[in-house]
């Protein structure tokens, strides 16, 4: 996607102006021209313009009624949202449920309408008494990771992308740090393949640390159960894992990685992320920002440095995600909104360093330089 920024920054900005020599002004005023700058006499003008791309999603992210065991059957619940995938699924499930390990656990398996061969690999482990097989109509992966959810009866949940692999051992691994060290969250680093091949690995260093060293995924790591007691992924949404920086990683105490490669994250042509490229939908990455805006009091978080910055980070994500949208004027909108609700819920904080440039064009509103600085964030 980065790659997908220069080339967009060099076939329009660069046709205008070259960049050699530019202030930093003059760049913002470029990018504040090229985008275009309605004037919107209230918010709510601001929120129909991006409604005319697509209405927001009714999805909440708290639930209130999710029950937690207090004695826990197992050590580890792992669920894997099924649609669609048959391709893989086999090689995903072996690697879950062939886990090595002292620890209990079990493998909860739910089939979201699938309409190919998925259903029948499913089926072939029907009579395993550590898999929990939930067959359902087709109603997203949000919905189905929900319903895994309300199923947990255990002290960590994992979750597994049904076109992943689970690495020899994960389990294992991630579980002794995380008794060990009474965690609530334990990640190792993962590899990035392709038909085969490893095109990238994300690395992480052992021992305690922060959430800031985690990814915004769901998958891949294990984290206590019980804060699932009233957190959902939101029905309806593209980038649910949203609810992981926002919410989940504002209430976490303790977290722990590891330097071993626990998951293999495959790149899938078909899958839902690469196929919503500057689709109208990829506006939820807006949209869900709102949401959780809107329901952080329900989690009891309150506005804080560390909030200030995970936000100021996902709206340099949502920028990336919509640059290419149209209409163009969609990227004002969303500023607008955004300059009301930082300056009225984050006045009194900064956000961390590298995002201090986007932190003072939001407060000053200054179009152009929040365009230069969320494009900082996103190239980096």
């Known amino acids: 996607m980065a790659k997908g920024f220069r080339n967009y920054i060099d076939n329009t900005m660069q046709r205008i102006i070259s960049s050699e020599g530019i202030t930093h002004s003059v760049y913002a005023t470029v990018m ?8 919107y006499k209230t918010v ?13 999603p009714s999805g909440t992210c708290y639930t209130a009624d999710r029950q937690c065991s207090k004695q826990p059957r197992y050590d580890l619940d792992i669920i894997i949202p099924v649609y669609n995938v048959e391709s893989y699924l086999q090689t995903c499930l072996n690697s879950v449920i062939d886990q090595q390990t002292k620890y209990s656990y079990r493998t909860i398996i739910i089939d979201d309408g699938s309409t190919d061969k998925s259903t029948k690999i499913i089926e072939k482990f029907s009579r395993n008494a550590s898999v929990l097989i939930i067959k359902q109509k087709n109603r997203g992966l949000s919905v189905a990771r929900n319903v895994g959810l309300d199923c947990v009866d255990a002290r ?11 690495a020899d051992g994960a389990v294992e691994i991630l579980l002794d740090k995380a008794f060990e060290n009474d965690a609530d969250i334990v990640e190792g680093g993962f590899d990035t393949f392709k038909d085969g091949k490893i095109v990238s690995q994300t690395k992480r260093m052992a021992g305690l640390s922060t959430v800031s060293s985690l990814s ?21 949404y593209l980038f649910e894992d949203t609810i992981f920086s926002l919410i989940l990683y504002q209430m976490v ?14 790149l899938n042509p078909k899958g839902l992320n690469l196929n919503s490229k500057q689709t109208p939908n990829r506006v939820d990455s807006f949209w869900i920002t709102i949401q959780i805006l809107s329901e952080l009091d329900k989690f009891g978080i309150e506005p804080s440095e560390s909030l200030y910055t995970s936000l100021l980070q996902q709206v340099g994500m949502n920028f990336k995600r919509t640059f290419q949208l149209k209409p163009r004027a969609i990227q004002y909108a969303c500023f607008r909104i955004l300059t009301d609700i930082v300056n009225k819920k984050f006045g009194d904080y900064s956000g961390a360093l590298p995002y201090q440039h986007l932190d003072t064009a939001l407060k000053n ?8 600085a969320c494009l900082e964030i996103a190239l980096r």
Not at 156 to 166: G, K, N
Not at 216 to 236: C, Q
Not at 253 to 266: D, F, I, S
């Open 253 to 266: 105490q303790t977290v722990y990685t590891l330097n071993e490669q626990t998951y293999k994250y495959r």
């Open 156 to 166: 960590y949940v994992l979750f597994v992308d049904s076109d992943d692999i689970l």
């Open 44 to 56: 709510e003008n601001a929120y129909e313009e991006i409604s005319q791309i697509r209405f927001k």
């Open 216 to 236: 915004g995924f769901a998958w891949g790591k294990v984290i206590r159960a019980t804060y699932f007691k009233n957190l959902s992924f939101p029905a309806g």
């Open 32 to 39: 504040e021209l090229y985008y275009g700058k309605p004037v």
């Open 365 to 372: 509103k200054k179009f152009g330089d929040y365009l230069v």
